[in-house]
């Protein structure tokens, strides 16, 4: 059994914020995310903008959100920072992280989801 000295890990973390949100706030939110990782000794490796989307279920009344996913490496600690300001943030709907596997960071593990335009087209399948 061997010790692990490191404790930087790799961990991705998705968030949604509220869709009603002006553009100005929203940045102004995604760049507070971005600085805590920063100022924590982590490392932001990438950041998709998967755009505003329909929920699986209404979270907060809110039937949509902008959906955002963060690579970043850092500590549990820097982690648990982030997450606890996740929870303070009113623009922040929902958060979910999770620790990458060392052997699968090389390659997205979420696929973003298929480009589907937010009108709906009138056809029914």
């Given at each position: 059994?061997?010790?692990?000295?490191?404790t930087?890990?790799?961990?991705?973390?998705?968030?949604?914020?509220?869709?009603?949100?002006?553009?100005?706030?929203?940045?102004?939110?995604?760049?507070?995310?971005?600085?805590?990782?920063t100022q924590?000794?982590?490392?932001?490796?990438?950041?998709?903008?998967?755009?505003?989307?329909?929920?699986?279920?209404?979270?907060?009344?809110?039937?949509?959100?902008?959906?955002?996913?963060?690579?970043?490496?850092?500590?549990?600690?820097?982690?648990?920072?982030?997450?606890?300001?996740?929870?303070v943030?009113?623009?922040?709907?929902?958060?979910?992280?999770?620790?990458?596997?060392?052997?699968?960071?090389?390659?997205s593990?979420?696929?973003?989801?298929d480009?589907?335009p937010?009108?709906?087209?009138?056809?029914?399948?």
């Amino acid at each position: 059994m061997s010790l692990r000295l490191e404790t930087e890990r790799k961990y991705e973390t998705i968030f949604i914020l509220d869709p009603d949100l002006e553009e100005g706030v929203a940045q102004s939110a995604i760049e507070k995310i971005k600085g805590i990782i920063t100022q924590g000794s982590g490392e932001i490796l990438k950041v998709e903008d998967w755009g505003k989307r329909k929920l699986a279920y209404e979270v907060k009344k809110k039937s949509k959100g902008q959906y955002l996913l963060i690579h970043f490496s850092g500590s549990p600690a820097l982690l648990s920072e982030l997450e606890r300001n996740f929870r303070v943030m009113d623009a922040v709907i929902k958060f979910q992280s999770i620790r990458l596997d060392e052997r699968e960071t090389s390659a997205s593990t979420v696929a973003a989801p298929d480009d589907q335009p937010e009108e709906e087209s009138g056809e029914k399948a």
